[in-house]
């Protein structure tokens, strides 16, 4: 089985600067890097956590599917939030719009800081391309 690296286009400056992909798949498992609320014209955390986690599902959700998967291939998905009992309805709310059924498991972790100070949530996931599949 081969590894294949995964980084969108839009990603690539990330990888060359930072030294990590977007994503790693191994036949049909997909491990995704956290991705976070970070504005994608200014690259600044964006405000609040319902967009934070809106943008963080989007970068997940454009990752799978340069590494031929859906959001409904996830099998495992891990968040880190700074403040988890205060931002969990918000967060769960935004979940419950990219993720409506066929919930994966899920780990919730409280953390003191993420990469930059402002951010407020990290989604990592693990995904069976082919899976999410009726």
């Known amino acids: 089985m081969k590894r294949q690296l995964i980084n969108p286009p839009s ?3 990330m990888y060359d600067r930072l030294h990590f ?6 036949g049909d498992l997909i491990w995704v890097s956290g991705q976070v609320g970070v504005d994608p014209t200014t690259l600044k955390p964006a405000d609040g956590m319902e ?8 970068g997940v959700k454009a990752v799978l599917e340069a590494a031929g998967a859906g959001l409904a291939d996830i099998v495992e998905l891990t968040t ?13 709310r935004v979940k419950d719009e990219y993720l409506p059924d066929r919930y994966p498991s899920w780990t919730a972790v409280g953390v003191t ?22």
């Open 11 to 13: 990603t690539q400056a």
């Open 21 to 26: 992909s977007q994503a790693t798949r191994a």
């Open 51 to 58: 967009t934070q986690a809106r943008l963080a599902f989007e």
């Open 80 to 92: 880190f939030h700074t403040d988890l009992r205060g931002d969990m309805p918000e967060f769960s």
């Open 113 to 134: 800081q993420l990469a930059l100070p402002e951010l407020l949530v990290e989604i990592r996931v693990v995904a069976a391309a082919g899976s999410g599949d009726d």
